[in-house]
C-alpha cells in the first residue's frame, strides 16, 4: 500500500511539472518573441530580409523555442484527457484532437520558416527578382494567417471544450476553471474582433494571463488527479 502511494505521489509531481516547464517554456518563447522575431518583423523588406540573414541561428533557437512551447501545450491537454471527468470523454477527446491539428499546423508553419523562408530570403539577395520577390510575399502572408487566425483559433476552441469539463470536474477549483475560461474566450475574442489578425501585444497579454494558470494548475493537479480515480 505504501508502495503505491509512493509511486502515485511520483507521478503526481512528473505530471505537476510538465504544466510548471511548459510555464517555463513559454516564458522562455515570449523572451524570445519579444527581442528576436518581433524584430524580425519591422521595417522594409530589405531591412527584415538583412536581419534574417544576420540573426539566423538567432531566429532557428526562437522558432524551436516556439515550437516546443507549443508541443508543451499539448502535453498538458494531454494531461487534462486522463484528469477531468471521463464521463465527457468525447468531449475531451475532440478537444484533444483539436489541439493536435492546432501544433501540426504551427510545426509545418515553423518548419517553413526555418527552411523556405531563408532559402527564399537567400537567393534574392543572390538573384533579386520581382517573382521571388512576389513568392515570399504570398509565404509570409500564409504564415501570418495561420499564426494569427488558425492555429490561435484551433487552440482557443480546444481549451474551451477542456474548460467546460474542467466545471463538472468536482475537485477541479472552479477559481482555475473561470481562469481558464478568461483565458480561451480572450483569446479567440482576440483573434475575431482585432482585425482579424492578432496584435502582438495582444497575444503577449494573453501568454501572461496563461503561464501563471499552468503554475497553478500544476500546484493543483495533487488534489485533482486522486478525484479522478474515484470517477468524479
Known amino acids: 500500500m505504501m508502495l503505491g502511494e509512493v509511486k502515485n505521489f511520483r507521478k503526481h509531481v512528473y505530471l505537476a511539472w510538465v504544466f510548471k516547464g511548459s510555464a517555463l517554456l513559454h516564458i522562455n518563447a515570449v523572451v524570445l518573441i519579444l527581442f528576436v522575431l518581433a524584430e ?10 538583412q536581419f534574417l540573414l544576420t540573426y539566423q ?17 499539448v502535453a498538458t491537454f494531454s494531461i487534462l484527457t486522463f484528469s477531468l471527468n471521463r464521463s465527457y470523454l468525447i468531449v475531451l477527446n475532440c478537444a484533444w484532437f483539436i489541439s493536435i491539428v492546432a501544433a501540426v499546423i504551427a510545426f509545418l508553419a515553423h518548419f517553413v520558416q526555418m527552411t ?20 515570399l510575399h504570398e509565404w509570409e502572408h500564409l504564415l501570418t494567417q495561420l499564426f494569427t487566425q488558425i492555429v490561435p483559433i484551433c487552440f482557443a476552441i480546444s481549451g474551451l471544450f477542456y474548460t467546460t469539463v474542467m466545471f463538472y470536474t468536482r475537485k477541479f477549483p472552479k477559481k482555475l476553471s473561470w481562469w481558464s475560461f478568461s483565458i480561451w474566450i480572450s483569446l479567440l475574442f482576440g483573434v475575431i474582433f482585432l482585425n ?8 503577449l497579454l494573453v501568454l501572461f494571463i496563461y503561464v501563471p494558470w499552468l503554475w497553478q494548475v500544476g500546484e493543483s493537479l495533487n488534489q485533482i488527479l486522486p478525484a479522478v480515480k474515484r470517477g468524479s
Open 116 to 135: 523556405i523562408i531563408p532559402s527564399l530570403v537567400e537567393w534574392i539577395h543572390m538573384m533579386p527578382s520581382f517573382h521571388l520577390i512576389q513568392y
Open 57 to 73: 541561428n538567432w531566429m532557428m533557437v526562437s522558432w524551436i523555442s516556439s515550437i516546443v512551447a507549443i508541443c508543451s501545450v
Open 196 to 203: 482579424k489578425q492578432m496584435d502582438l501585444f495582444y497575444a
Open 40 to 49: 524580425s518583423s519591422k521595417g522594409s523588406f530589405s531591412e527584415r530580409s
